[in-house]
């Protein structure tokens, strides 16, 4: 568990993190987001102590941060940023094995660890190990910083944009990886993005900063369906939520049971968010749905009517609208 508490970073006379209280569970994915300069990279970074905090406290699993050997940091916090860091006079292989080269792990668990990543994120190990940084694409050297940040597997994976600057089918692939190394691992996870369909996508916790300070966190849904200000709700995408809600709710959720009726021509997985969903009964313009299994049985049916959530005006009426609420 990460707990900061009334955490504050001056740069001289600037407060670039202004009293900052957040905890972060073990195996959650916690995202930052805000503005750019509003403080998130400076709250990432004072957690593994590449700064120092000003004021307040931050422990890991209890225990002040200040309190740790740095060989113990380097160990339990991964780090992987979005220029990567790589040292371009090194091999892949040696870039993912800097850490445990510096822990003094044998050659020969080395070779073995770097070998084992690299099957992990999907590189090639006698294409890649033995390339130069500068012989890579975007999206592989990418691959090869988050490899390096998991290479001593840490428990906390520290994340500052490390798919910025990629193309978006490049990015979406590299977030569903995360999202499976996540449950796979069940690493802590905190990661800034600059990116709210990407941090909707990742977040189990999301948290808004502003100037220096937290706005608000919970659960995307949470924050979607009642954000707590004009400046969350405009960071959320203002009248492009209900989308991003649907961006978040798979098929399974709204569908119903087959009846008698015949069968509906186009067909959505089960596993299709309400988004795809929704994008199928436009592009076809079906307003029903058969939903399907992996093995392309029909399991359900998923009317319009039923995907926008019609006659659940419980769920709507406690959805905020700030304006709203604040008319
Ligand atoms: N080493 C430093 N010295 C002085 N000021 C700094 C330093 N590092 C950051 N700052 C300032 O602190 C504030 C927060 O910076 P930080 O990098 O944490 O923001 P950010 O939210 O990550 O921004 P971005 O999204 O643009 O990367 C900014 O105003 C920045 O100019």
Redo the contacts with the bound molecule.
Sequence with gaps: MIELIQVSKR??D?L??DDVSLSIERGELCVLI??????????LRMINRLIEHSAGEIHLEGQPVREFREEVLRRRIGYAIQSTGLFPHWTVARNIGLVPGLLKWPRARIRERVEELMALLGLEVEEFADKYPSQLSGGQAQRVGVARALAADPDILLMDEPFGALDPITRESLQDELVRLQARLNKTIVF?T?DMDEALRLADRLVV?NH?RIIQQGHPLELLRRPADGFVESLLGGADRGLKEAALLPVSQRMTALDDAPLAEQRVSQQATLREALSIMLWRHADCLTVVDAADTPVGQLSLRQLVGAGDARAAAGRTDTDQAAG
Excluded: E, P, Q
Excluded at 34 to 43: E, N
């Design positions: 740069f001289g600037a670039a993190v805000g503005t750019s300069g509003c403080g998130k990279s400076t709250t800034v600059h900063m220096g």
